[in-house]
């Protein structure tokens, strides 16, 4: 029978796993929205969250489960920003917090600029 350590360090790899689905659906996820309206705003919404949640001084739910989870199996819970402790180190070495925050929102901007074409083009579509 799994001991509760064991079980908070397996839910700490699944909030893990749902932290980067969030966000690779946020980098990401208007490639899937084409044609679901619903789907975009859902998106959209979200790639504001995650810039919100990035670039203001409150810690993101996620992270604070993840490290709850982590103390509970009884290990050191990381310090900072999830993008930070994880993606800092792996993807991004030597890269200062403001720039992953720009890059955030650079990825948001991209986003607009995609809806905003699909809906100048559906927009015209109508139109003819």
């Given at each position: 029978?799994l ?15 749902l ?6 659906w946020v ?8 044609k679901?309206?619903?789907?975009a ?8 969250y995650g810039?919100?949640?990035e ?6 739910p ?11 199996a009884?290990r050191?819970p990381?310090h ?11 993807v ?9 925050t720009?890059?955030a ?18 927009r ?5």
């Open positions: 029978m001991s509760w350590p064991q079980i908070a360090l397996a839910l700490a790899v699944v909030v893990l796993a932290h980067l689905a969030f966000i690779l980098m990401v996820g208007a490639v899937f929205t084409r679901r309206p619903w789907l705003w859902t998106h959209l919404l979200c790639a504001a810039v919100v949640i670039t203001g001084p409150w810690p993101c996620l992270t604070l489960a993840e490290n709850w989870f982590e103390v509970q009884g050191l990381y900072g920003p999830f993008l930070l402790h994880y993606l800092d180190a792996l991004y070495p030597n890269v200062p917090p403001a720039l992953l720009w890059l929102v650079m990825v948001l901007a991209i986003d607009v600029v995609v809806y905003w074409r699909r809906w100048r083009r559906s015209a579509a109508r139109r003819e």
